[in-house]
Each structure stands twice: as structure tokens, then as C-alpha cells.
């Protein structure tokens, strides 16, 4: 149902978080209003089902959308559309996570690998907080996590931190690159969206029985919350990556940054009995250097660890978030992200 509704009325909403990107890079183009409504009830229909992905999508979608219909409400030119498209995907993502600062950065940075546009700087920043404030003003509440003690810098500390963080930007790449890869290979096997979708759910519906669980089904938050307090099964990341690209490559709606907190978390919380380190410390730094590396984000990342966990461990943090996109490869999980400068290959 869902894929059929894109199919039939859905047009270039299709497209996702790239088609706003690829408008304010090129502008020569529009984000429809539906894109809002069908990504929200994709969204919905997702995870009432129990596909693997996340929230973030929708809400810069929503926002995105919506913001282009007010830009061209007010006739706004080519580069206020830019900004305030900007701001659509700011508010959307800070709110969603609340986090307006991280919202903040992300508008900006996710743009372009390396380059940061400083021009939307406060109107997204404005539009970022007001998107929080709105949402705590509905009563939603947002989930908290504690990174607990934060050891003192010490060489062999800093030493784990970085062998860690070099996995979690290796284990961003892989989920890179293997959600492209099953879109792809989807894609070419099933070419209609419908049929693609409908095996797609029987996939996973045979992958839940086949391992007897169904921790890794939507959005993972008790798994997420697990691994903050004892140490993940040394399988979880991988299997969480695995429900995700299926859910993602047969067409389902929602986004890639939930599952990847999941992925992260894990991970972190499975290194932190082997290289002896507090389980709820390493399980934060996985939890945004996953994310900063598939997103090719670490700014906004390290910010949002701040948030989430306060500054006691904020070195700590921007090792991780900035080792992970130096090892996470030129791509990223936003196909239409411009590469611009300062990552290697």
C-alpha cells in the first residue's frame, strides 16, 4: 500500500531527503506539499508493522515540505528558498531528537561533505528551537540516556577510544554501504515498487522467525536502552543492520539515523566488555560516531552527544564522531550530499 501510493501519487516526493537536498543545491525544481502527508503515513504504517527504521526522515521531510509551501506562499527567491529549506530540515531534525542545537548544525552541514554554509546559521537556529519548543509543548517527551562516569584522559583511555571509534566509522561504511547495495539489488530483481514492498515484508517477517526475536523490529529504542545498561549480545549491531537495510531497500518509509543510534549503541556497549571500558560511556560514543560517519555529520554529532550526555566526556565524543567520518569512505547514506572537502578516500 505504501509503495503503491508513492507510485501513483507521490512523483518526485519519492526521492526522499534527497530531493530536498538536490533543491537547494540546484533549486531548479520543487518539494511537494504531499511529500508530508505520504511520509508521515508511510512512516506510521512502517513501524505499526514492524519495519526497521527510523523517524528522523520523516520529520525533515515534513519539514522541508512544509517550508517550501510557505516559501512559495510568501514568493520567496532562489536564495531565501535555499535558507529556508534549510531551516525545514533543521527544525525537523531538532525537534524530533530534541536537540535544537544539533538540529542547528545538521541543517547546515549535511549539505555538502566538508563545506559549511553559514548564511542560514540563525534563521536555522531560530527555526530548529521553535520546532523543540513546539513539540515539548504537545507533551512529547524525548528518551534519556546516561553515559555515567567519564574516566580521566589517560593514554591507554585514549588509546581504546580511538581503536573503538575507527570500528564504529567502519561499521557506518558497512551499513552504507550495504543499505545502497539492497536498494539497488531490490530495484533491478522486483522493478515494480508494489511487488518489491510485498516481498520485502514477507523478508522480514521470515527473518524474525528464523532468529525468534523480535528485538530488532522498528525503531529499537528498548534495544538502545538495554545496551546503555549491560553489555549487547556481540550479534545485535549486526542484525540491526542487517532488518534495516531490508526495510529501507524494499521501499518502506522512515530514516536511517534511529537505527543507526541502535547500531552504534551496541556496538559500543559489545567493545566495552572487551576492551574493559564502563559499558554506558562507550555505548554513548558509539551511539553519535556511527551516526557522524554515515551521515558525514561530526559537528552536528559531537553537539548532539553534548546535549544528550552533557560535556563531562566531550573529548571523548569528538574523537569518536571525528575518527568515525575519517573511516567511513566518501559516501554517505544522502546520495545527493555534494563531497567537498577535507575527507579522504
Known sequence: MISYLYMKYGGEAGKGNNLILEQIHRGDGV?????????????????????????EGTAVQMGGSMSEWVGSWFRLKAPDRKIILICGIGAGFGSIFGTPLSGTIFGLEVLA?????????????????????????????????????????????????????????LMALTFIKLTHAMKAWLGKLFKHAALRSFIGGFAIIGMVYLIGSRTYIGLGIPLMQQ?????????????????????????????EVTPLFVIGSTLGSTLASVLHLSVPFLAAIGFVSVFSGAANTPLACFIMGIELFGGEGAIYLFIGCVISYLCSGRSGIYSAQQLGAGKPK
Not at 546503555?228 to 531490508?246: G, I, M, R
Request: aromatic share 14%; proline share 5%; glycine share 12%.
Open 227 to 255: 545496551s546503555f545498561e549491560e553489555a549487547a549480545s556481540p550479534l545485535d549491531f549486526l542484525w540491526k543492520t542487517l532488518f534495516t537495510a531490508v526495510t529501507l531497500g524494499a521501499g518502506f518509509q522512515g530514516g
Open 113 to 169: 561533505i566538508g563545506l559549511l554554509s553559514y548564511e542560514a546559521l540563525l534563521p536555522c537556529f531560530i527555526a530548529s528551537y521553535v520546532g523543540h519548543l513546539a513539540t515539548t509543548a504537545w507533551g512529547v517527551t524525548h528518551v534519556h540516556y546516561a553515559m555515567g562516569d567519564v574516566p580521566a584522559v589517560q593514554p591507554m583511555v585514549f588509546l581504546k577510544v580511538v581503536f573503538a571509534s575507527i570500528l564504529f566509522g
Open 31 to 55: 518539494v511537494p506539499l504531499r511529500m508530508a502527508p505520504l511520509v508521515l503515513l508511510g512512516t506510521w504504517t512502517t513501524h505499526l508493522f514492524g519495519g526497521s527504521a527510523g523517524r
